[in-house]
């Protein structure tokens, strides 16, 4: 595209000479397709913008010079220094200059955020002196609204400060609380050695003799197990008479079970 690029602007720019009620549809056209990831591309869309503020009409100014200076307040804050350059370029052209000299009441609001921040962060030095540049013709137009921006832009870091801060307390408050409510959580729950020990003290109390209780479990056959293969027959007339189920061990039963042999043989004994 940068090869025709400079034809296709030509004939833009010499259709809007011939009818300049043609600018607002023209430049709201590039707005809304403009670049936002190719910088090459956001530059050829600046060389044509500059093409077309060169013939455009005061009247047809007015109509888009909100839109205009907001996306240059964008291209001027930048990251990518050619897009940042080119587009502080349009304060060394004289015709744009008087059209904003002419409107700077709406035009330096729009900028001056832009303009000041940058000329303090951004990377790159050449971009420092463009910026500075820009604002002291700003600060030549008008000083009382030079004066009156810088005034509001300060408060406004201020607001935005104090929001920053007042969000990493409420962050900080919320933490906290949650810290609290796990520490309340942890404390109602009883702990595992305190369940042991009073399961344990059970078993005393019941009169089970835990050794016992672990032989009888151990020679209990372990999972998977099967006793040995029967002769055919054998099974044949084992499933004729009756089915056997094979239950899984229940601990509890176990339990009781050993509890009835001790009773048992205690009165005896």
Not at 189 to 204: F, K, L
């Amino acid at each position: 595209m940068s090869v025709y690029h400079p034809q296709l602007a030509y004939c833009v720019v010499q259709f809007l000479e011939k009818d300049s009620t043609l600018t607002e549809v023209v430049i709201k056209g590039l707005l809304k397709f403009w670049p936002k990831t190719h910088s090459p591309k956001e530059v050829m869309f600046l060389n044509e913008l500059e093409e077309i503020l060169d013939v455009i009409e005061p009247h047809e100014f007015r109509k888009i010079m909100r839109p205009l200076f907001q996306q240059l307040a964008r291209c001027v804050s930048s990251p990518h220094f050619q897009v940042a350059e080119r587009a502080l370029y349009f304060w060394n052209n004289d015709y744009i200059m008087s059209l904003i000299g002419e409107n700077a009441d709406v035009i330096l609001p729009i900028m001056f955020g832009a303009l000041y921040k940058n000329s303090k962060s951004h990377w790159n030095k050449t971009i420092h002196g463009l910026i500075y540049n820009a604002l002291k013709l700003f600060m030549e137009m008008n000083q009382r609204l030079f004066d009156e921006c810088t005034v509001r832009y300060k408060d406004e870091r201020q607001r935005e400060r104090a929001k920053i801060k007042e969000r990493e307390e409420a962050w900080a408050a919320l933490e906290q609380a949650a810290i609290s409510n796990a520490e309340k959580i942890k404390a109602q729950i009883p702990s595992g050695n305190s369940q042991y020990s009073s399961a344990v003290d059970n078993d005393e109390e019941d009169g089970v003799d835990a050794e016992a209780l672990a032989e009888t479990i151990k020679s209990l056959p372990e999972k998977g197990e099967t006793e040995e293969a029967e002769p055919v027959e054998q099974q044949v007339q084992r499933d004729l008479t009756r089915r056997k189920s094979f239950l899984p061990v229940d601990f509890e039963t176990r339990k009781a079970l050993i509890q009835h042999q001790q009773h048992k043989v205690g009165p005896s004994t």
